[in-house]
């Protein structure tokens, strides 16, 4: 079996395992990627949020982003039937990016590997990780695998876990842990025919709450290259409603909705519908002796406020840092350093996503009387920037959440 030693070996070659790499290599430490497929590959989750900006920009990948020609995202747009409220990513509190991009990910993510591979960093393509073993020291030997089932032996000092949905090492370690979120699911695809609105509006995504009490809703995200990407996320019983096939079924749930309705009943599917069920997972913890967990592979909460690839080039800097100073010889305390920091902004995300199914997001979002101050603040965080401290929707999540509905909810009553 052919043998290669490393001093960090990165699972992986999405956003999480991508940044990481780069950061590493800049440290002048020897590194390799191992990808399970070859690129460019379909993967969900197409629309960034502003804080990317600064992680792309600090891992050295903004240019390769900036020169793909990707549309433009500004702000987002939330609607319920007549009810509509814009965030605009130039009227936030934090002082940050005021605009990002919608991404296919097949050209993203090739953009990324290849400025990583151009770094000179190796990327053993169609290498699937298919088991680890750690020694007390934290070193490891990994063993890979190609299509044609011939294997390939990885030493390495310290790994860094960014596999996705593929979670390598929670599944080979036994981390997998249920989520808090209850079981939803997604159909998807990309269309043509989309009647976008014109002018800068173009490149804001769309979140269309659908008729149901539990606030399902519909994502419409425009990409530069006349495609759209469209899908629904919903718990199993609203989607069993609608036609069994995929596609029958998402075209009527588009059909059922005025505003997904208006903007795409000409549109065409450009592939057949595509179901991901189950996504919402967590970890029993982010790091061990030898390795640490990045992006997906660590927990997933839900796609309605577009915080994963945020998330994963977030957690990809910190553990890519804090590895560097492990390998220097230092002691880096990984669960104030790595897991205090990440959290701190999954937390953030957490109270938003669970205050927009229990419907306290939506009750803000669609006052009619809404302070500008709380409209900046929640900007801040739908923008991503959830380590901000300064920000009472980040430092006090839950209680700022809480109070912000009540006020909004006190306002129009006494509005009338
Ligand atoms: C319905 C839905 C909609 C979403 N929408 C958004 C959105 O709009 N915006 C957003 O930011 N996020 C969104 N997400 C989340 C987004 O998909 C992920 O958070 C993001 O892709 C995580 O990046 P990553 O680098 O951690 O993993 P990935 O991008 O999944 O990359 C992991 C890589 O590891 C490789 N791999 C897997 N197993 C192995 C193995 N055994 N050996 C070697 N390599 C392996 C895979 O092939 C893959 O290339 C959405 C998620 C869902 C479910």
Redesign the pocket.
């Known amino acids: 079996m052919k043998k290669i030693e490393t001093d960090v070996l990165v699972?992986?070659?999405?956003?999480?395992?991508?940044?990481a790499a780069s950061l590493i290599h800049k440290a002048g430490l020897d590194c390799m990627i191992?990808?399970?497929?070859l690129?460019p590959?379909f993967?969900?989750?197409?629309?960034?949020?502003p804080r990317?900006m600064d992680l792309l920009d600090e891992a050295g990948m903004l240019d390769a982003v900036k020169a793909q020609g990707f549309m433009v995202k500004d702000g987002a747009v939330f609607k319920r039937g007549k009810e509509s409220c814009t965030f605009k990513f130039s009227q936030q509190f934090t002082n940050g990016w005021s605009y990002t991009y919608q991404v296919p990910?097949e050209q993203f993510?090739l953009a990324l590997a290849e400025t990583v591979e151009s770094f000179g960093v190796p990327i053993l393509w169609q290498?699937?990780?298919?088991g680890v073993s750690f020694a007390d020291d934290g070193s490891s030997t990994s063993v890979?695998q190609l299509p044609d089932g011939s294997e390939v032996s990885v030493s390495a000092r310290f790994i860094l876990d960014?596999?996705?949905?593929?979670?390598?090492l929670p599944r080979l370690l036994g981390l997998d842990e249920a989520s808090s979120l209850p079981l939803r699911e997604?159909y998807?695809t990309h269309v043509t025919g989309d009647k976008r609105p014109e002018g800068d509006g173009e490149g804001r995504?769309w979140i269309c709450s659908l008729d149901d009490a539990e606030n399902a809703w519909m994502?419409i995200?425009p990409f530069s290259n006349g495609k759209t990407?469209i899908?629904v996320?919903a718990k199993p019983d609203f989607l069993s409603r609608y036609p069994e096939d995929p596609d029958e079924k998402l075209r009527a749930i588009v059909n059922d909705n005025p505003n997904t309705r208006e903007r795409l009943d000409k549109a065409q599917f450009c592939f057949p519908v595509r179901r991901?069920s189950g996504?919402s997972i967590s970890v029993k913890k982010l790091f061990g002796k030898g390795y640490a967990l990045?992006?997906?592979?660590?927990e997933?909460l839900?796609?309605v406020f577009?915080?994963?690839?945020?998330?994963?080039?977030e957690?990809?800097n910190r553990a890519a840092k804090t590895s560097i100073r492990e390998l220097a010889g230092e002691k880096p305390d990984w669960q104030q350093e790595y897991v205090d920091h990440l959290m701190m902004g999954v937390e953030t995300f957490r109270t938003f996503v669970n205050a927009w199914y229990d419907d306290r997001l939506p009750t803000i979002f669609y006052s009619p009387v809404k302070p500008e101050v709380f409209q900046n603040q929640i900007c801040s965080v739908l923008a991503g920037y959830v380590w901000d401290q300064e920000n009472p929707c980040v430092r006090q999540h839950a209680r700022a959440v809480d109070a912000i509905a009540k006020t909004c909810r006190e306002m129009a009553e006494s509005e009338g």
């Open positions: 699972i992986g070659a999405g956003p999480a395992g991508a940044s191992v990808e399970k497929e690129f590959r993967v969900i989750g197409e629309s960034l949020l990317c990910r993510d290498h699937a990780i298919k890979l960014g596999s996705g949905y593929g979670r390598v997604s998807f995504i994502w995200i990407s899908g996320v991901i996504y990045m992006g997906n592979a660590t997933f839900d796609p577009s915080s994963g690839v945020t998330l994963a080039l957690s990809a």
